[in-house]
Structure formats: C-alpha cells, structure tokens
DNA sequence: ACCTCATATCAATTGCTGTTGATATATTAT
DNA sequence: ATAATATATCAACAGCAATTGATATGAGGT
C-alpha cells in the first residue's frame, strides 16, 4: 500500500532525525552508561543548560529515554536497545525496494 | 584526545544526516535492489528532476553512492555495505561512553 | 518565609537545508 | 544544424530546528 509505505518511512525519518544530532548522539553515549542527572549530563556535553534541557525533551517526545524525578534532580535513562532498534529499521528499509520502478530509459 | 572525539562526533552526525531525510532513504532502498539511472529514481521517489538531482550529489558527495555516465544516462550505485558501515559506527559510539563526567550533584 | 540550587519553559533569533522554477549542458536522433 | 531527451546547476524562497537569553517552577536547606 503506498500509504503505509509513506508513513513508515516518515516515521522512521523522524526517528533517524533524532540521532542525527551531534549533542543529542552524545547525550545517548552518556547515558549509555546508566542514567544520569540532568548536570552530570550538562557538564559532560558542555552546552548549556537550558539547550540541555531541550535535547533531553526531545529524546523524552520521541522515546529514547525516560525520566524520573528524585528529590531537586531528574535522572535520565537511555530505554534498553532503542538504538539498536532504530538502526536495525532503517537497515531493513534501506535493504527492501518496496518501490515500484515503472520507467524506462 | 577531546579534539579526535569532537571531530568523530561530528563526522558521524554528518553521515547520519545524510541518511536521516525521506526522499534520501527512499533512493537508498531503491537502489538496494541495484544500480538505476536517474530517471528511474526519479519514477520510484516521485520527486522533480532537479531535486532528484539534489539529493543524488548530497549522497555523492558523502559517499554513499557512484555515478557512471553511460550515453545519455547517468546510472547510480549504492556503494555496498555502506549503510550497514554507518550504522554500525552509529552504533558503537552510542555504546563507548568517552565523555568525562566531573560534575556532582 | 527566604534563599539557593536544579531544571524547565518561553520568546526571539539564526542558520541551515529541502524545495522550487528557470536555465544550462551534454548526448543522441533526424 | 536542429530538435529532443537526460541530467545538472543556479538563484531564490520557505520552513524548520538548533541556539540563546531571560524567566519561571519546584524542591531543599537555613
């Protein structure tokens, strides 16, 4: 169905431009070592906070992590083999030519 | 070395740019199934000429794909395994936790 | 209550990049 | 030579998303 077709590959697109950031990738390779408190995260990808806190709500909207309040501090966490899930589904469409080629040169 | 990890970083954000836009992944799965002229790519994606053309240099130029002229075509060629090669960089930078984490909440 | 610290929100700006329309180049056919 | 086809280039434009600066919220400590 060209329908499911095109959604399918709108929402991986969106799911790739996620990744496809350069503090956003690092605040995944941060995590994933465990969680982490949004300042433990601030300093090691150094930008600011508040920019922290806007990748970090991305991250939130789309899946990539979950939060948890304890206390003044929230704790990211990076959801298990989200990544790897994201990567194997581009991989798949990349690899499957479900389009149709009727032209002719 | 901070510097060698900050241009890596952005390289591989680079790459996955590339990879992370619609018309883009859908060229990408049309020519899994081998390489296509133009025109063909053109049919499939159902994009203009012009942005086919656009888009065809964007991945050129990243390497993800060849070109040969052959007569009045210009075929594309996906280069292989080069998305799995991405993705597995992708992949293994999200794992390697190489930031510094000094702070302390 | 007040102050401080951690985090989030909001408005404004900037910069990039996908898209479009028009035109150029190159190759083949008549 | 001229026309037609295939592809590329160029110059706007448009829209989104990252960044910035200022402010708000909320929890603990004093």
Redesign the interface.
């Known amino acids: 169905m060209l329908a499911t077709k095109t959604i399918k ?2 929402e ?2 969106q799911e ?2 996620v ?4 503090n956003r ?2 605040i ?3 995590l ?2 465990g969680e ?2 949004v ?2 995260l ?4 150094d930008i600011p906070q508040n920019l922290m806190s806007h990748h970090l709500k991305v991250l939130k909207k789309y899946g990539l992590v979950t939060d948890e309040h304890r206390g ?2 929230v704790y990211y966490t990076l959801k298990p083999n989200i ?2 899930d994201i ?1 194997a589904k ?2 798949l ?13």
């Open positions: 590959s709108r991986l697109t790739l431009r990744l496809a950031d350069e990738l690092k995944i390779a941060c994933s070592s982490k408190c300042c433990q601030t300093d090691a990808v003044r501090w990544v790897e990567l581009i991989e469409y990349c690899q499957s030519n479900t389009l149709d080629i009727t032209s002719h040169c």
